[in-house]
């Protein structure tokens, strides 16, 4: 009873000393002892107590018998003291002995009766008094072989947590802590589970643990792992106790959380110092890995963030002051800091900028594109802008602040001395990086954070100046050089790397084109004039008639051929037009295995693949002289498609041939010939669509499905989509669920009527067997529904939804958000109930539902499976994933009157109100209610109807109060979220700006975002030395209901962009065209000053053509009799009206769309003011080039 009695220590309990008298490991088996359940219980607990205090004449394995007899008589009979005939006291202090036993089995099945008999906190009380806790921390302390013992210790201790945090003992923390201290360095195979405890109990009884030093513990470990998941949940431990004032005082902030930059800022860091002198580099690298995962984790939490970004000596200004520190391993490890971060892809390390680049670009091909793997849908997914355009994303709102601090830091200036004075790799990577950064600030920054960065002084000025040394101004050149570079590669936009993506897209954007204009003919470097001796000197150019030696043809050339214009086989029936068909035919056609036996990845794979699908162009083009050739090659392809389904069928039908062989582009020639009526017909003729749908039902031909449901064309009605729809219905799971996924590409290519046909095959979807088909529709029926088209679509259907739980509730709430949609759910009495349940429970259902995005989004965490609690984690971070702010009841009825004067009939805002003005924060249930009243309160604030209320109940000020003063940081947080709501209008961002608080004014989707009349001034002034009657004035924006387009005779406007291919990077202009361009030269190498100025100046001798002229396809200015050109930019609703996308209204990142208009009033008099605009604009040049250069100008997202 030694141990018993010992008094309770301040340090590290550890006692070896009483372990080492103790016999060695008992290997017997546990000795069977009966137990009847039918006699009394006392009876049964007197014979096992009696048996398991005797300190003689049992042997070890029968009391290991009756104490599990006792864990099972518990289960039995339950906690009933009356029944067991014994004081809780009484069969606690026998347990105790057995804690004392020789033997590690009877100890530990002691622990596991403790663990049992410990329900409440009165027995935990009991348990601490008759000081069985040091009796627990011996079997933590001692490592002897005994894991199973210690095993079950932590289990008990983890039921004491359980049970009562608050009454945890130091003894018990003390051998946790000292296992976490040094059992990395004696193995102890318990130091993980060690430190997990303490995690849990830190959250729970944060004082004891702070007491005992275990945050310092903790943090010690976060630089001993180097795995993200375990790193994340010890920093996230600290970070959590920082979150709310009651706890923060446990931490010194200053020290203690810094202490995991030390790796970085300590030039002399060694973690451990009996590290041996050989070790010390891996060590060092080690510790930078652990370092940077601690460092990211932080900056994902809001609490990470305010403190390590805080005015003064801030942690964010002590790694950035390091960048300007030669040390080249530091700079490498704080670069892959910053592209953590800001959740950018590394790129590879090289000397290479060309190379550096292309590794980290979007449309790189990826393993999971393969045709064995996700294909065309997970390549579209990528590639192709999500639909939303009205609900904000919160990423860029986390994105923006954290940004924001970096900038205010002095980040770009550490940057350009990085690339200035490191060697190559790094001053690439740094680069990339800087180019990035800017890129990002343009896009999600406020016009007043961001119009000033890039300029970027301190590199043009290095690039430029004699005086600095010719390295660095080297350096600094090829810098410029490079961000000019990643800014054109960043306004083409992703581009699609699989053909069959490609074809979609293009055959999308031709269809809207069609409807638009006369589609413009594609020059080609080989077309010199269009004449026959021209075509003939092709012919024998390309070697074609020659040899067939088929790779060494010139295909070039024969591309040339088969896009000449005005050649066909009707207009050249010469026989050397014919032979070089047939060649082409005979390389092509199955049954020749030249074409379809080359492997995927030949050189010349691509190049053959585009030829042949002009190839099949070119005969459609052929009328009856081509229909026989081109019924040849169908014909043959259904012939090889029909050997699939005998015995042995051909080796390029097998799996492998199609996975590994250009035969899986035979697809895409029926697919060129599904997009054209005539090519439609032909596949009838050859009765290709019967046998494709005899081929959607059969089994184990996923690859061939995959192929035929990514190349068919969809947008007219006919048999290709009822191929689809059957595939949908009626394959495999896998096929269906690609098919399903393959409904998003289409949508997100803006495939022609998908209103009509598409939301029928989603709603079909919905009722699939398989849950994991019918979530994957939902929520591609989420994003549809951002399409006002498609939301009326999916009300006139009336589907089912209820079956689907909270996310089916979330759509249908769409439909409030239009009034058929209200009147039709109004009706059925939908929107009482939801507003009574929205009050009770789902406004803390939807906090839950947005931070458990935010934190997908954010950590490691992933969401758990179905009917599974375990939470799971990942070793690797989703690259830049974007959180959609989810549907919520208030929000979609603020979208009509009506529904506002619902919530205002029900006080629901006063309501809201006053539960922001007098928060609960002691408590998390108190904090949990504060953030659903700020998400109601922001989702109502979303639109002008909504905002109105929240002004009348003057509620908007005290959202800024919180999220500038209040003492948990979480909320200030969620604030931040709730103001980017709110600035979804432009009434709100007025509202705001009164309050200091500034927002993105731009959509999302906008290539050339315009400045706010403040900077225009500013970037008037700095003209304001230009010699030339040019000058830009900027006036007050209108309100949003009194816009001045109704007062202009003529405006033009910014419209969003459709959705196209990477070569479609054109500014769209629309307005009422002038007759004739203006003749003045662009002078100016940017893009920027090219479409923002000169294409907005006319000439006054030019006569305005109406607006129907066909003729005109650029906007110009507006010919007034003012003495100066001015230009008036008002911001109004959004009216524009995009025909390749239908009847979308396009809304901001964090406000609404604004059309943004431009006046142009002048009056020239004569030839001499020519020459003065000319001078103007090569003066302007000067002033702006520099933008586009340093890449910050536009930009795709």
Not at 517 to 542: C, F, G, H, T
Not at 831 to 852: G, M, S
């Amino acid at each position: 009873m030694h141990v018993l009695c010992c008094p309770r220590r301040h340090g590290p309990l550890r006692l070896p000393f009483v372990y080492f008298a103790l016999p060695g490991r008992n290997d017997s088996g546990e000795e069977n002892v009966p137990l009847d359940l039918s006699r009394e219980p006392s009876d049964n607990l007197h014979e096992i107590l009696q048996n398991v205090a005797k300190p003689h004449g049992v042997s070890n394995m029968r009391k290991l018998g009756h104490l599990n007899n006792l864990i099972k008589l518990l289960c039995s009979i339950g906690h009933c003291e009356e029944r067991f005939g014994f004081t809780y006291e009484e069969i606690i202090i026998c347990l105790r002995l057995a804690l004392l036993n020789e033997a590690k089995e009877v100890r530990a099945a002691g622990l596991r009766a403790l663990r049992y008999l410990m329900k409440d906190s009165s027995i935990l009380q009991l348990i601490l008094r008759l000081q069985v806790d040091y009796l627990i921390a011996r079997c933590i302390d001692i490592k002897q072989s005994n894991e199973v013992e210690r095993t079950q210790a932590l289990r008990l201790v983890r039921k004491m947590i359980t049970v009562n945090a608050l009454l945890f003992p130091s003894s018990v923390t003390n051998s946790l802590i000292a296992v976490g201290n040094d059992g990395l360095q004696e193995r102890d195979p318990m130091v993980r589970a060690c430190i997990a405890v303490i995690c849990e109990l830190a959250l729970k009884n944060p004082a004891v643990v702070a007491q005992r030093g275990g945050l310092s513990t903790i943090l010690k470990n976060v630089i001993d792992s180097q795995l993200s998941r375990i790193n994340e949940a010890l920093i996230t431990t600290i970070l959590h106790l920082l979150n709310h004032p009651h706890t923060r005082q446990y931490v010194r902030s200053d020290v203690e959380l810094e202490q995991i930059l030390a790796p970085y800022t300590d030039f002399h860091y060694r973690h451990n110092p009996e590290t041996a002198e050989a070790q010390l580099k891996e060590d060092k690298q080690a510790r930078f890995l652990a370092s940077k995962m601690a460092i990211v984790a932080a900056f994902r939490s809001w609490s990470g963030i305010i403190n390590l970004c805080k005015p003064g000596n801030s942690g964010v200004q002590s790694l950035i002051g390091l960048l300007c520190i030669p040390n080249m391993e530091v700079r490498k490890g704080l670069m892959e800091v910053m592209y953590e971060i800001f959740r950018l892809p590394i790129p590879v390390a090289t000397q290479d900028f060309e190379e550096a680049l292309h590794s980290i670009d979007p449309s790189r091909f990826q393993d999971m594109w393969r045709l064995s793997d996700g294909f065309v849908a997970a390549e579209a997914k990528v590639i192709l802008p999500h639909r939303a355009r009205s609900r904000p994303d919160l990423m860029d709102n986390y994105l923006a602040l954290v940004l924001s601090a970096f900038i205010t830091s002095g980040l770009l200036e550490g940057l350009v001395e990085v690339i200035t004075s490191s060697e190559d790799q790094i001053s690439v990577r740094a680069t990339l990086l800087l180019g990035e950064l800017l890129h990002m600030a343009n896009t999600i920054l406020p016009h007043t954070h961001s119009h000033h960065l890039h300029c970027l002084p301190t590199l043009i000025k290095m690039a430029a100046s004699f005086d600095v040394p010719i390295e660095k101004r080297m350096r600094a050149s090829a810098a410029v050089n490079h961000l000019k570079r990643f800014h054109e590669k960043k306004k083409r936009g992703p581009k699609p790397h699989s053909l069959y993506l490609d074809h979609i897209i293009r055959k999308s954007m031709a269809t809207h084109q069609k409807r638009e204009q006369q589609p413009r003919v594609q020059k080609d470097m080989y077309i010199i004039k269009d004449s026959e001796e021209a075509l003939l000197m092709n012919l024998k150019d390309s070697q074609i008639l020659n040899h067939k030696q088929n790779l060494d043809w010139n295909w070039v050339l024969i591309s040339t051929t088969l896009k000449w214009p005005n050649v066909n086989m009707k207009n050249n029936k010469d026989e050397q037009m014919h032979k070089f068909v047939r060649r082409l035919l005979y390389f092509y056609k199955p049954s020749s295995k030249l074409f379809s036996a080359l492997e995927l990845d030949h050189s010349k794979a691509r190049q053959l693949t585009v030829v042949g699908c002009q190839f099949v162009e070119f005969l459609m083009d052929s009328d009856e002289e081509g229909q026989a050739y081109m019924e040849d090659l169908v014909k043959d392809i259904v012939q090889w498609l029909t050997s699939s389904s005998g015995l042995k069928p051909d080796r390029s039908l097998q799996s492998n041939g199609l996975l590994n062989t250009l035969s899986q582009h035979y697809f895409l020639f029926l697919g060129t010939l599904s997009a054209q009526p005539n090519g439609v017909k032909m596949l009838e003729k050859c009765s290709v669509f019967q046998c494709l749908l005899h081929l959607s039902s059969m089994k184990n031909q996923d690859a061939l499905l995959k192929l035929t449901i990514a190349a068919l064309d969809y947008s007219r009605e006919g048999l290709a989509r009822v191929i689809l729809s059957k595939i949908l219905t009626a394959a495999t799971d896998n096929c269906r669920m690609y098919a399903t996924k393959h409904l998003r590409v289409l949508l997100r290519a803006n495939v022609e009527f998908f209103s009509n046909w598409g939301m029928e095959l989603l709603v079909t979807q919905l009722h699939d067997h398989n849950k994991a088909i019918s979530m994957e529709a939902l929520d591609i029926l989420d994003e549809a529904c951002e399409d006002k088209a498609n939301l009326h679509a999916l009300i006139q259907m009336k589907p089912a939804l209820s079956h689907l739980g909270d996310k089916g509730v979330l759509l249908l709430l769409r439909f409030l958000s239009i009034p058929k949609g209200f009147s039709y759910l109004n009706e059925r009495g939908y929107v009482t109930k939801q507003l009574e349940k929205w009050q009770k429970e789902y406004n803390l259902k939807y906090v839950d539902l947005i931070e458990e995005q935010l934190n997908e989004a954010l950590t490691t965490y992933r969401k758990p499976v179905d009917g599974d609690n375990y939470v799971r984690r990942s070793n690797q971070r989703l690259q830049r994933p974007n959180v959609y702010l989810p549907v919520h009841l208030y929000g979609q009825l603020v979208h009509d009157k009506t529904g506002c004067q619902l919530l205002e009939v029900q006080s629901v805002v006063p309501d809201l109100s006053y539960t922001v003005r007098s928060p609960m924060l002691d408590k998390w249930e108190g904090i949990k209610q504060l953030k659903a009243a700020l998400w109601a309160l922001g989702n109502i604030g979303s639109s002008n109807w909504g905002l109105n209320l929240l002004q009348e109940e003057n509620v908007i000020p005290d959202i800024i109060a919180l999220a500038q003063h209040c003492e948990v940081l979480s909320i200030r947080g969620t604030c931040l979220y709730v103001l980017g709501l709110i600035s979804k209008t432009k009434q709100g961002c007025d509202v705001l700006k009164l309050h200091s608080w500034d927002a993105v004014r731009h959509s999302r989707r906008q290539l050339w975002p315009v400045a706010p009349d403040e900077v225009d001034q500013q970037l008037s002034s700095e003209l304001s030395s230009v010699p030339s009657t040019l000058s830009l004035n900027s006036e007050s924006t209108s309100s949003r209901h009194n816009s001045e387009s109704e007062s202009q005779p003529s405006l033009f406007y910014l419209e969003d962009d459709s959705v196209g291919g990477p070569e479609d990077t054109s500014l769209y202009l629309r307005s009422k065209p002038l007759k004739d361009r203006s003749p003045l030269t662009l002078l100016a190498s940017s893009r920027f000053v090219r479409s923002r100025f000169l294409n907005s100046i006319s000439l006054p001798t030019k006569k305005p053509r109406s607006t129907s002229d066909p003729k005109s396809s650029v906007s110009m200015g507006v010919i007034r009799d003012d003495p100066v050109i001015r230009r008036n930019r008002t911001v109004t609703e959004p009216s524009s009206y995009s025909p390749s996308q239908g009847d979308n209204y396009v809304f901001p990142r964090r406000t609404e769309q604004k059309t943004t208009f431009f006046v142009l009033k002048h009056k020239f008099m004569g030839k001499q003011n020519r020459c003065l605009i000319l001078k103007s604009l090569q003066n302007l040049e000067c002033c702006v080039i520099q933008n586009a250069v340093c890449g910050g100008s536009s930009g795709t997202q």
